[in-house]
């Protein structure tokens, strides 16, 4: 047992959970919390927590560490406290490696609801993303081409461009306390650029607004969570050199017919008690356009409580082109008849043979069966408690049970 379970609490798996649980969680909470898509207050640190999370308990000495010490000893043995909650996103998300440290701007994630028939056809859809740039003409230094200036020459002298100076504050006589402030010069650019220099196109913010129509192609088979990466087509900052990604994770439009289930698909079809001993015909049109006949072999009776397939007709298999398929799942109820009168029940009788009659004897005590209707309000009850079991009466004296069947005594 390990000493410590936070992370795995954050996680929410089991201290015993194997590395594809774990993947799976972590792919569910950082989805959930990425601070494109999480509105909370607490989600960013809560990205972070998973984030953390996930580096240790998804690397095997790092886990046997925390495991076997805690926190503790991972930060003494120099396991913890390593990668960006944002850099683990982005590996694990197929964003590539950088040198570790190099700052990079934070992924744009985007939802893209997909119908069924996309999943099962494939289909290029086109998203208009919004990103930040910089600016083209004056390559993000926010002066002018034309001046040739270069913007080191404009650095802050009193912060060296940092946007922010250490100041002292005195917190008693003899105890000083170093602390960070915006640089007053500069007002925190960490540059003074003249007025009558500044880049006229982003009248020197270095950064435009910028609309990038992606074309983004769901793979037939492809299902709900996967995710496409755009490499280096979200966000630029000034003075670093990689670019953001952008990343679209594939959403799921119920569908008013099928249900998908991993590379199967379900419908629910109700019989007649008729059709189910005879056979049945069932027209559908598939994802695909195509008009389907489902019916019964010649002498085939139903069995409800058993699923019934079509062999190749669900969803494609990622991967294989729609080559591979799923089956087509078909869960049958049947719908029984109220009543039968006497001449429906004499032709039953002759084509399924009389059920077996029990010989009735002066003890037996006849009893007629009847639909459970459910009561709209509970029961009272009230009882007393005896040896730790609160033994319960009813107010009629029947016990709180159904009054579904009637008893006559002969």
């Known amino acids: ?28 909470l950082a989805l959930k919390y990425h601070p494109d898509k999480c509105r909370d207050p607490e989600g960013e640190h809560k990205f972070k927590q998973v984030g953390e999370a996930y580096e240790v308990l ?5 886990r046997n560490l925390y495991d076997k010490h805690g926190k503790k000893g991972l930060e003494e043995g120099g396991g913890g406290g390593g990668m960006d909650a944002s850099d683990i996103f982005s590996r ?27 999943y099962y056809n494939g289909r290029t859809r086109k998203i208009a993303a919004t990103r930040d740039r910089l600016c083209e003409p004056c390559k993000g230094t926010g002066i002018n081409p034309e001046t040739n200036k ?65 074309e983004v192609h769901i793979e037939k088979g492809m299902k709900r969570g996967d995710h496409i990466t755009f490499e280096g087509e979200g966000d630029q900052i000034p003075g670093v050199r990689l670019s953001g990604n952008i990343l679209i994770v594939l959403g799921h439009k119920p569908h008013a017919f099928f249900q998908r289930r991993g590379r199967h698909l379900f419908i629910d079809h109700e019989v007649t008690l008729n059709e189910a001993l005879t056979g049945f015909h069932l027209p559908i049109e598939h994802l695909d356009g195509r008009q389907i006949l489902i019916k019964t072999r010649p002498g085939q009776v139903l069995d409800p409580q058993r699923l019934w397939v079509i062999d190749r007709e669900g969803m494609p298999v990622k991967g294989t082109g729609g080559c591979e398929k799923g089956s087509l799942v078909i869960n049958l109820s049947v719908k029984f008849p109220e009543k039968l009168n006497a001449k429906q029940i004499a032709g039953l009788q002759e084509a399924l043979g009389k059920p077996d009659e029990v010989e009735k004897t002066a003890e037996h005590e006849e009893c007629t069966l009847a639909p459970y209707v459910p009561k709209k309000k509970p029961r009272r009850h009230h009882g007393f408690q005896h040896g730790g079991i609160h033994v319960m009466h009813d107010d009629d004296g029947m016990g709180g049970m159904p009054q579904g069947a009637t008893c006559q005594h002969q």
């Open 1 to 28: 047992m390990p000493v410590e379970t936070e992370f795995y609490e954050i996680l929410g798996v089991s201290v015993d959970a194997d590395e594809h649980v774990i993947k799976r969680a972590y792919k569910r």
């Open 58 to 62: 998804s690397d095997p000495d790092k």
């Open 92 to 118: 694990f998300f197929g964003g590539g490696g950088r040198p570790r440290g190099e700052p990079k701007p934070k992924d744009i994630v985007h939802e893209l609801a997909v119908s069924l028939e996309d």
């Open 150 to 214: 270069e913007r080191e020459s404009f650095k802050c002298m009193k912060c060296k461009g940092k946007g922010a100076v250490i100041a002292l504050r005195e917190l008693a006589p003899g105890f000083m306390q170093q602390t960070q402030v915006q640089c007053g010069d500069c007002s925190g650019k960490g540059y003074s650029i003249p007025a009558d220099i500044v880049c006229t196109n982003c009248n020197g913010r270095q950064i435009m607004k910028e609309r990038k129509i992606l």
